[in-house]
Structure formats: structure tokens, C-alpha cells
């Protein structure tokens, strides 16, 4: 663990920012990890990266990328190995083709979404964001003058979004919906029916799907992963986004990617020039041995990530005072505590009380403050020793 962040509320409202970093909000994660770092003995159920090695083959590939003296700017859409790499991986694992020019490459997902986002919302513009949700989209859509309208989704349901309530809040302003299949913070993944029934009518109604697929390979249970790329026959309405983060456990050396159609590429690569320019080289020629790699790797993840999600959904169940459900991807759940409970007061006393760190659900947007998301991207014996921890605490409370 690094040393805290220091987020100061005074300094980032001083009139010197500008109105856009002014509406930034500081990280609910942030919050309760700077916390930790003040602790003893905490046991972290907050993490939101895999904690395995990355794999030995690509660690070899990036160092002989820099032996190789691959250390100057590749082209700005991206290596052209790595660009054919994501468009024959992507086309083959979801039936249809694609060309290294429906690619641009990205200092991870986190600059796709940037560019996607930055690059078309605009005042007027109103975006449908499922609600809890990653923490980077609806400020991202504020900073640029645009409008979120929150979906919510309930533990009850295993946090499913309903096709018919997206297509529903459908209106005269709505530029953009976005998806993120698997979840964080839920797990949830999004069955086909769903996603064909978002795409589809958002194409017809001439609306904008952002796709985050950053878990698309953290997928626990046996069932086809609906990327978005499998719901639609052309790119126009579409941007769908991944990264290595998540997939092979490299979230440090920054790769990502977004798919559209060649005409939106062109666009975001001119955009992406003044952003970052390009990904760092010698990571993309990591990015091409991962994704030129065996599966093993992911699968030996996939069942440690299986067994943690068995027992924890076990765990929770067995929790006094929190609602479970089976989520199906990515390494978390989401869990609700009785309505109107204070989620942030319940996380911050049960680290105080009992060392043990997740993260309260109002980090993730609206209409969850009664959740906590727990990550399970920790070791077997971190979750047992945690919810030791968890459960006798919580059967005192009186919600
Ligand atoms: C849903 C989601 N999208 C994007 C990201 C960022 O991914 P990257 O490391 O590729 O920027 C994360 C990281 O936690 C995430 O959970």
C-alpha cells in the first residue's frame, strides 16, 4: 500500500481550478484506503485490481520489448501488432470481423472512456448511467457539461439492469446509455437478451452505447459473455472499451483499447494525440504477447476467482443484516444493509472497530448509500480471517 493521497475539499474548490476539476468529487474509495493507511493489522476487501503476479510471458515480452530498443512513439492510433492483436482476438471471440482501423489503443480503459466521454458530451446531452457504477462516468459527463440520469439497481434483482426501464428513460435529450458488464461494484453480468435490447433500440432511436468491458474475461459462471460486439452488426452506435488490466493482471502498464466504427477511430486517434498521444510502447508489445499468449493464465485466475466468489457469497448470506446474491463476474459483491442505513457510518466503524476495509456504496453513485462493496481480489485466507472479523461485529449492531 502506498503512502495516502492527500485530497484537500478547500484546496480543489479555490477559484484558481478550473469549474470542471472544482466538480470533481474526492473518491469514496480514497476515503476509507487513506483511513486504513493510519490502521494496524487491516485486512483489505477494498481492492479493486487482481492481486496475482502478472504472467511470466509477458513479463519477458515487455522487458525484451525495451531490450529491443522499442522505447520511441509507436503510431498514434497504436503498434500496428497490437492494433491487428486486439482486432483478430476481439473478432474471433465474438464471430465477426474486425479491422485494426475499428481500434484505437489507450493508456488503459480509463483514457478510452476519457476520450469517448470527452469527446461528445456536451450541454443538452443526457446520458443513462446504471446506478451503483464505476466512479469515473458520471463525472466525466458532468465535467463536460452533460447530464447523468441515474438507473438504479437493487441487490434483490442480483443488481440486474432492466432493458425495459433503460429503453423507458429514453427521451428527447438522451445522447448516450452506458453499460459495464461484468460490474463494479455489483459482478453482475448483463445476459444477451439484455444488451441486444439496449443496443438495438438505442440504434434505432439514434442513441450512443458506451460499452466498458474491462471484466468481459472475468466472466465465473458457464454462460456466453454478451459483449456488446456480438449485439450489433455495425459499429456506428457503438463504442465498446477493454484493457489488460483486469484480464491478465497488468493494470500497471496502462493498455487498453476502444472498438467503434473506423470513422468515430479516426476521430478520438486526433484527439488521443492531444491527450496522451500514444500508450507506452514497450507495454504494447507486452499487450501483444498477452493477447497472442495461451489462456491458461486466465483460467488458473478465473477458478482461484470462482472458489473466493463460492465462499463469499456463502459469507455474506451468513452476514446478520446484509442482503446477498450470486454475482457472476469481476471479483465483487455488492450487498445492502436495511434500507436507510448509512452505508458510509457502517464502513468507516467496522474498519475502526474491526480492522476490516470495503468501501460504502455512496462511492458509486446515488441510489446505494445502504451498500458496501466487498472485493474478493484477496487471498482465501484474508476473506476467512475478515469475515471472522465481519460477522460476530455486525450481529451486534441494531440497524
Ligand atoms: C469498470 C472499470 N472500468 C475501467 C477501469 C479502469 O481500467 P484501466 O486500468 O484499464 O484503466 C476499472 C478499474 O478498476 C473498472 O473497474
Not at 487482481?50 to 515487455?62: K, L, N, Q, R
Request: a negative charge.
Amino acid at each position: 500500500m502506498g503512502p495516502p493521497l492527500d485530497f484537500d475539499a478547500e484546496d480543489v474548490r479555490h477559484p484558481m481550478w478550473s469549474p470542471s476539476v472544482r466538480s470533481l468529487p474526492i473518491p469514496g474509495i480514497r476515503r476509507m484506503v487513506n483511513m486504513a493507511s493510519e490502521m494496524d493489522d487491516v485486512i483489505h476487501l477494498s481492492i479493486g485490481q487482481p492481486d496475482f503476479s502478472m504472467p511470466p510471458h509477458i513479463v519477458e515480452a515487455h522487458i525484451d520489448a525495451l531490450r529491443a530498443g522499442h522505447t520511441r512513439y509507436t503510431l498514434d492510433a497504436g503498434l500496428p501488432q497490437l492494433l491487428e492483436a486486439v482486432a483478430d482476438y476481439y473478432g474471433e471471440r465474438h464471430g465477426r470481423h474486425l479491422d485494426p482501423e475499428n481500434v484505437l489503443i489507450t493508456t488503459g480503459a480509463t483514457e478510452a472512456m476519457y476520450l469517448a466521454i470527452a469527446a461528445t458530451a456536451a450541454p443538452g446531452r443526457q446520458f443513462l448511467v446504471p446506478d451503483p457504477t464505476f466512479p469515473l462516468y458520471a463525472p466525466l459527463i458532468r465535467m463536460n457539461g452533460a447530464e447523468v440520469k441515474a438507473i438504479p439497481t437493487r441487490a434483490e434483482h442480483g443488481h440486474q439492469l432492466d432493458p425495459q426501464e433503460v429503453i423507458d428513460n429514453i427521451g428527447m435529450r438522451t445522447f448516450g446509455i452506458i453499460l459495464n458488464s461484468p460490474s463494479n461494484p455489483t459482478g453482475t453480468v448483463y445476459p444477451k437478451e439484455t444488451v441486444e435490447a439496449i443496443v438495438q433500440e438505442a440504434a434505432y432511436r439514434g442513441v450512443y452505447v458506451y460499452s466498458d468491458e474491462v471484466y468481459d474475461h472475468l466472466v465465473l459462471d458457464e454462460m456466453e459473455y454478451a459483449s456488446v460486439l456480438r449485439c450489433t452488426s455495425d459499429l456506428d452506435h457503438v463504442m465498446v472499451i477493454s484493457s489488460l488490466s483486469k484480464t491478465f493482471s497488468m493494470a500497471g502498464l496502462r493498455i487498453g483499447w476502444l472498438i467503434s466504427s473506423q470513422g468515430a477511430i479516426k476521430k478520438l486517434r486526433r484527439f488521443h494525440i492531444f491527450t496522451t498521444t500514444v500508450a507506452n510502447t514497450p507495454a504494447q508489445w507486452a499487450g501483444v504477447a498477452a493477447l497472442q499468449g495461451g489462456r491458461e493464465c486466465v483460467d488458473e485466475m478465473l477458478e482461484s476467482y470462482r472458489k473466493r466468489r463460492d465462499r463469499i457469497v456463502e459469507l455474506v448470506s451468513n452476514t446478520p443484516h446484509l442482503t446477498s446474491y450470486r454475482p457472476q463476474g469481476a471479483f465483487y459483491i455488492f450487498p445492502s444493509l436495511p434500507p436507510n442505513t448509512d452505508g458510509t457510518t457502517v464502513a468507516t466503524r467496522m474498519l475502526e472497530e474491526t480492522g476490516v476495509c470495503v468501501v460504502p456504496g455512496d462511492a458509486f453513485g446515488e441510489t446505494c448509500p445502504n451498500s458496501l462493496r466487498i472485493s474478493y481480489s484477496a487471498s482465501m485466507e484474508d476473506i476467512e480471517r475478515a469475515f471472522e472479523r465481519i460477522i460476530p461485529w455486525m450481529a451486534e449492531q441494531k440497524f
